[in-house]
């Protein structure tokens, strides 16, 4: 009362009161104003009992927290598969990776593996984002490192072809009863720097090149790792590209997050071809200097709308 004769304003307020019948409860009050002539004449007070609905709200918040408890652990789990900065500098010094997951855990990831001569560097994006694909990355980076350690010899295009039957076989999607259609797309590069050789292999996603002034575009296959096979029609093998190595060449390889981003001025996607325009129109820049690029110009043309997918870009300079 003493409050709403200073303010002349309806105030709620949560009290609790103890019952005789029903022992503690949480009643929410409304105390109303009611003036004569600006006079304040009375002061109405409703109460309603919300014990079970701040029930509910505090059985809600307990399983919210559960879940990003959870999540935040799972977080930490998938970290600890993800390259290491620091190996990948070692070996390839003039590189960067731009990676923004959209949530806590990603469906896309980097991968690296290094075996005697060889480097292998990868840019995989698994179906869907968040937890869903986080769990469908574990099957991806296990299957790769088996398939990498397990033959030296493997080219690019090798590596993928048993990528995707070993994901269809663990994902039981080889079964006459197959529902589960996940999997993952992937941009891959094998470098063998004695031979000053690259190969290249891609699941939907594509290699850019830029040597001198040109810009050079090496196509994915139009196919997913996994998925259920088509009964009555043979699949083709992964193509896989072979590139000479010259020095200065810088290439760039990226999952489908970052132009698939909705931003800009009309609401526009990012696009493969605005990735093509930064790095052909900014072709004198260090990978540092790349990264630094790409960071704030997909910040800036993302603007105030949500991220719609995992980003993940991957630049390399020999």
């Not at 609401?267 to 900014?282: E, H, P």
């Amino acid at each position: 009362i003493r409050l709403i004769r200073k303010t002349n304003d309806k105030l709620n307020q949560e009290i609790t009161i103890s019952s005789i019948s029903k022992g503690q409860r949480i009643m929410s009050f409304n105390a109303i104003p009611e003036f004569n002539e600006n006079e304040l004449e009375t002061v109405l007070f409703v109460g309603h009992d919300i014990i079970e609905a701040k029930q509910i709200e505090m059985e809600i918040k307990e399983k919210n927290n559960k879940i990003n408890e959870s999540i935040n652990y799972a977080q930490r789990i998938q970290s600890s598969i993800l390259p290491s900065n620091t190996i990948i500098q070692e070996y390839l010094p003039n590189s960067f990776i731009f990676y923004l997951p959209r949530d806590v855990v990603s469906g896309d990831f980097p991968w690296f593996f290094k075996k005697e001569d060889i480097v292998y560097i990868a840019a995989v994006d698994c179906t869907g984002h968040g937890v869903p694909g986080a769990l469908l990355s574990f099957i991806g980076y296990f299957q790769l490192n088996n398939i990498v350690d397990h033959d030296v010899n493997y080219s690019a295009g090798q590596i993928l072809d048993k990528l995707h039957y070993g994901v269809r076989t663990t994902l039981k999607q080889d079964r006459v009863d197959a529902e589960a259609r996940d999997g993952m797309d992937i941009a891959l590069v094998r470098i063998d720097f004695k031979k000053k050789e690259l190969q290249f292999a891609g699941a939907h996603r594509p290699l850019f090149l830029l040597r001198k002034d040109e810009l050079l575009e090496y196509k994915g296959n139009r196919k997913a790792i996994g998925g259920i096979p088509h009964r009555n029609k043979p699949e083709n093998d992964f193509e896989n590209h072979v590139i000479e190595i010259k020095k200065g060449d810088k290439i760039f390889f990226f999952s489908d997050g970052m132009p698939d981003q909705v931003g800009g001025p009309d609401d526009r996607k990012y696009s493969s071809q605005r990735i093509r325009d930064n790095i052909l129109n900014n072709k004198d820049l260090t990978m540092q200097q790349y990264y630094t690029l790409f960071a704030n110009d997909f910040k800036k043309y993302k603007g105030k709308n949500k991220q719609i997918d995992d980003v993940l870009l991957i630049g390399i300079e020999f």
